[in-house]
Every structure is written in structure tokens, then in C-alpha cells.
């Protein structure tokens, strides 16, 4: 793994309706993110925050998808940031703001690799599949994964380059336990994998993460962009998020994906995960904290290389 980590804060409440997923990189910082990436060795340059409009002076425009301008606006900034971080030999983290963030950063990573291939690791509670035309709500941050695959506004599908940033059977989700009836249409067709709450309680988190992972980069051959909304971890645990459902991961479940993430290499040795968002974390839901503390905390398991281990998994 590149020992150059770079922090980049999206404050983008835009693509969703809970207000307070803004404050999210001001609360993970402040829960000593670089302190905790620091400590484990890491060179750590926080690049600041994007400028995201302010929601209060705008109009939602088309309610199939809201605020579709501005979100433009703040990915095609946020695509030039994240390609130039990889370009520089960063290792960008991404701390949202809401999940639509993650159209700029899938968009910045398939333009610093030219058309190479590229995994994505989707850990959400929600599919985020939707389009304009089949969401309850028009709320963007439930069509980025769409977005990902060349479905979805012309002008977000576009954004870096033309086109898919990922093939379909390169997108990979864990944690899967509230879709709407397209997103469960379209997972049906059946062809990208994806692992709900009912296979992690049936196999195990250990063997659905390892599955996953050996899914997503392609047998360890290509690098993967890991995309982690807080919201997968179960609302005891994780109160302070953009949109909780109950019954998700436990924070043990949570912090052993991370280390078999961690502990995952390409075949010629480099680390698995080449870029990572967290998102969806809200400071006014959370108590004291907690789930920007736990942010913090998983995203150091899933980036360094761990030094103590009794055995084998």
C-alpha cells in the first residue's frame, strides 16, 4: 500500500434528505483520523474539503433527481481531485458527505487508470441502483452504483470520461438489507454478485469477505476502489448515519472485514484496495461521537498492515 495517504472531505448533504451528513468530514477528522493513520506509519496530507453549494440558497430542481446540477458540479470537482491525489502517489480517503460523493471518486479512479480495469467494493445497507425514473424519492445518493455502470443522468454517467467506469461483473456488494423493487428487479438478472445480511448470517462474515474480495478484483488481478457507507453497520452500534436500518453488520463483524481487507493482495503484491470512500456519517444522529469514532477505527483496519497475528484465519 502506498505509505502516502491523502484526506479529501466532501461535505455534500445534497443527495439525500437527513440533513447533517455535511458535518460528516468535520467529525471524522475531529475523531483523530490522521492522528490514528499517523500512528501506524502512514505520511498523511489532508487536502481540505471540496466546495459544495449551500442546500438552504438552492432549488431542488427535477424531484426525479434532485439537485442533479449542483451534484454535477461537486463530481466533476471531485473526479479532477481524486485523479490527481493517484497521480501524486496518494492513496485517496474520501470522507463524505452523502453516498452520491461517490460518482466523482469511481469517475476520478477509472480516469487515473486509463481504461484499465477496476473493482468496486460496495459495503452498504442500500443497493443504490436506482434511476431517476424508478426512485421513490429522486435522491441521488441512491443511484451511484448505477451511475458506475453507464445507467442513470447522461451528464453523471459522463463525468471523467464517457461511459461505465466499472463492468457490471466487477461491482460487488456486501451488506445488502433495504432495496427498492428496481434494485431487486435488477440484482435478479443476476450479473454482479452481491451478498445480503441473510448470506453473512447464514455463511459468515469471513467467508462472504473472502468471496467477495476474490470477486471483485478479478481472482487478485486488478486493484479495487472500496466503497464503505457506514450505514451497513446496524444502528445500535452505528446510530449517527444518513439513513439506519436495523439489522446490520456488528462492529466485530464489521472490524474483521476490514482486516481481510487489509491483509488483501493483487497477485503482484501491491494492496488490494487502491482508494476508499466513507461516507454517510451524521454528527447530529450520533451520540457523543460513536459512529465517527467507529469510522475512524475501521478505516485504520482496513489500510494498515497488521503486525500481530496468533495464526492464520
Not at 66 to 82: D, G, P
Not at 154 to 178: F, Q, S, T
Request: aromatic share 4%.
Amino acid at each position: 500500500m502506498s505509505s502516502k495517504l491523502g484526506i479529501l472531505g466532501v461535505p455534500l448533504d445534497l443527495g439525500g434528505n437527513h440533513r447533517g451528513v455535511d458535518m460528516g468530514p468535520y467529525a471524522v477528522r475531529h475523531a483523530g483520523l490522521m492522528a490514528r493513520l499517523r500512528k501506524v506509519g502512514f505520511e498523511v496530507h489532508d487536502f481540505g474539503n471540496i466546495e459544495v453549494p449551500v442546500r438552504d440558497e438552492l432549488d431542488s430542481g427535477d424531484p426525479k433527481a434532485r439537485y442533479l446540477k449542483e451534484i454535477i458540479q461537486v463530481s466533476e470537482r471531485l473526479c479532477e481531485r481524486v485523479q490527481n491525489m493517484l497521480g501524486e502517489g496518494y492513496l485517496p480517503i474520501t470522507i463524505g458527505g452523502d453516498h452520491s460523493c461517490a460518482i466523482g471518486t469511481v469517475a476520478g479512479v477509472a480516469c487515473h487508470l486509463q481504461g484499465q480495469p477496476f473493482g468496486l467494493l460496495w459495503v452498504d445497507a442500500h443497493g443504490d441502483l436506482n434511476l431517476p425514473e424508478t426512485s421513490p424519492s429522486g435522491n441521488i445518493h441512491g443511484m451511484p452504483a448505477s451511475v458506475a455502470l453507464g445507467r442513470g443522468p447522461e451528464a453523471l454517467v459522463n463525468i471523467g470520461r464517457p461511459g461505465p467506469k466499472v463492468e457490471v461483473g466487477d461491482l460487488v456488494h456486501i451488506g445488502l438489507r433495504d432495496l427498492d423493487l428496481h434494485e431487486v428487479n435488477h440484482l435478479a438478472e443476476g450479473r454482479h454478485t452481491y451478498y445480503s445480511m441473510m448470506e453473512i448470517d447464514a455463511y459468515g462474515i469471513l467467508d462472504v469477505t473472502r468471496a467477495a474480495l476474490r470477486k471483485v478484483s478479478r481472482d487478485f488481478t486488478i486493484p479495487v476502489h472500496f466503497s464503505f457507507d457506514l450505514d451497513v453497520v446496524d444502528p445500535d452500534e452505528a446510530p449517527g448515519v444518513g439513513t439506519p436500518v436495523p439489522g446490520g453488520l456488528t462492529f466485530r463483524e464489521a472490524h474483521l472485514m476490514m482486516e481481510l481487507i487489509s491483509d488483501a493482495r493483487l497477485r503482484d503484491g501491491r494492496p488490494l484496495v487502491q482508494s476508499l470512500d466513507l461516507v454517510e456519517v451524521n454528527p447530529i444522529l450520533d451520540h457523543r461521537n460513536r459512529t465517527a469514532n467507529m469510522a475512524v477505527g475501521l478505516a485504520v483496519s482496513a489500510l494498515e498492515q497488521r503486525r500481530l497475528r496468533l495464526r492464520p484465519l
